[in-house]
């Protein structure tokens, strides 16, 4: 398919009742005719929302614009902004600041260094599919896999005992909350109490690793240097709390979806139980399918002029990953469940452009790792409670969904 020039025949209005009723299917209806869709915000503001694949890969590589704006809603929202500032290393970053620390974050997860933890993520796998298998099959899927792995593995790059996995997966479910603005004040409350419990720990494992140092992530950190500058603790703190919520939050949901949607196609997973190689392509379908973070808000810091698009700074827009994942212009059938789709890796769902997911070549691996352990096991996964949804806008898959897997 053509991935070349935006599609779409212009902009249109979103219908506000349709969106509230079901905003993915209106998003879906809006995105069949345009490559972008006027909106508002909670407060009123217009709020385009851009819909096309090659539209939202081009506004997510424009430095005219900055995902910033999480950490001022978080502070508008009633968290206080040092719990806001913990929450978004990367995202409150722009231009050369940006570059620079993410550039350091970077060199900690190349292909090679992450490929030297797919061992470990294996043998999780292996221990936690083999617990369900030794129950019959019969489990509560995220709370006895999808939860448990990512900071497990987690644990392993930043030196951790195994046994810190449960507390980290309860700080990850935690702070989530604050990525949905806006919060209620149960929510912040919860939010600032993880993130002072996290603050804590990490300064205790900063000030061990000082004294002792290791060869994990956290070492690393406190030798790295940004602009000939060692990073303040607090820099090292924001970077950990940060890897606790996309190392283990994100994963988990992604995890959850990916087994609700292999058991909607079973014979996809007995392919990949005859032939592994097919996994990293699997995972790739499965987020271009299912994507758990349906998209990304943008604040303009820069005049700027898109197609028939025009914001001034402090305006915003939303990138929706819903839509450009399901682009006819880019991929042919969209809505088939492809496990061999030759493109799906150019799926928008880990974002594109400067800030890209850091964290996506350990996320890919885990997914790969878990499944590789499942299709091994077990045969297609059944839901004997009946479908479960693929949820509608934020970040969305199941908190809890009862699974039966047939031994093989």
Same mark, same amino acid.
């Given at each position: @398919? ?28 809006? $995105? ?18 851009? /819909? ?13 614009? &900055? ?6 809603? @978080?502070?508008?929202?009633? /968290? ?24 350091? +974050? ?5 292909? *090679?260094?992450?490929? *030297? ?31 448990? @792995? ?24 935690? =702070? ?41 992530? #956290? ?6 240097? #940004? ?18 919520? $996309?190392? &283990? ?9 990916? =087994? ?23 995972? %790739? ?7 758990? =973070?349906?998209? @990304? ?11 028939? +698009? ?5 305006? *915003? ?15 042919? %059938? ?35 790792? !878990? ?25 969305? !898959?199941?908190? !809890?969904?009862?699974? &039966?897997?047939?031994?093989?």
């Amino acid at each position: @398919m053509d991935e070349g020039a935006g599609t779409g025949r212009g902009i249109v209005d979103l219908d506000l009742d349709r969106y509230l009723t079901d905003g993915a299917a209106e998003l879906r209806r809006s $995105a069949a005719g345009a490559w972008c869709t006027h909106a508002i915000d909670a407060t009123g503001a217009p709020l385009p929302i851009v /819909l096309s694949h090659a539209d939202v890969r081009d506004v997510m590589r424009d430095r005219r614009l &900055s995902p910033r704006s999480f950490t001022a809603d @978080m502070v508008a929202s009633g /968290l206080s902004e040092r719990a806001a500032r913990q929450l978004t290393p990367l995202f409150r970053r722009h231009g050369e600041e940006h570059r620079a620390f993410r550039g350091l +974050l970077a060199a900690a997860f190349t292909p *090679r260094s992450i490929e *030297r933890i797919r061992p470990v993520a294996a043998t999780i796998a292996e221990r936690l599919t083999g617990e369900i298998a030794a129950r019959g099959g019969q489990c509560e899927l995220v709370a006895d896999l999808c939860a448990p @792995m990512p900071p497990e593995v987690f644990a392993a790059l930043f030196g951790l005992p195994a046994s810190d996995r449960d507390r980290l997966a309860d700080w990850g479910n935690a =702070v989530i909350a604050a990525f949905s603005t806006p919060l209620t004040a149960e929510e912040i409350t919860m939010v600032e109490a993880a993130c002072a419990e996290m603050r804590e720990w990490s300064l205790g494992l900063i000030s061990e690793r000082r004294a002792e140092p290791a060869d994990d992530l #956290v070492t690393r950190l406190t030798e790295a240097e #940004v602009g000939g500058e060692r990073l303040s603790d607090d820099d090292i703190v924001d970077v950990i709390t940060g890897f606790v919520f $996309a190392g &283990s939050e994100t994963t988990r949901r992604q995890l959850t979806a990916l =087994v609700v949607l292999f058991a909607e196609h079973p014979a996809e997973w007995d392919r990949l139980a005859a032939d592994h190689s097919l996994i990293p392509g699997a995972v %790739e379908e499965v987020m271009r399918l299912r994507p758990i =973070v349906p998209g @990304m808000t943008r604040e303009v810091v820069e005049p700027f002029e898109h197609r028939e +698009l025009a914001l001034k700074p402090g305006g *915003r827009l939303v990138a929706s990953f819903l839509t450009a994942n399901l682009d006819d212009a880019t991929y042919d %059938e969209p809505d088939r469940f492809w496990i061999e789709r030759p493109n799906a890796d150019t799926h928008v769902t880990f974002g594109w452009g400067p800030h890209f997911c850091v964290g996506a070549p350990l996320a890919r691996l885990e997914l790969q790792e !878990a499944v590789r352990a499942l299709v091994t096991r077990f045969g297609p996964p059944v839901l004997p409670d009946g479908p479960v949804g693929p949820g509608d806008l934020g970040i969305v !898959a199941p908190a !809890a969904v009862s699974v &039966s897997f047939p031994l093989r």
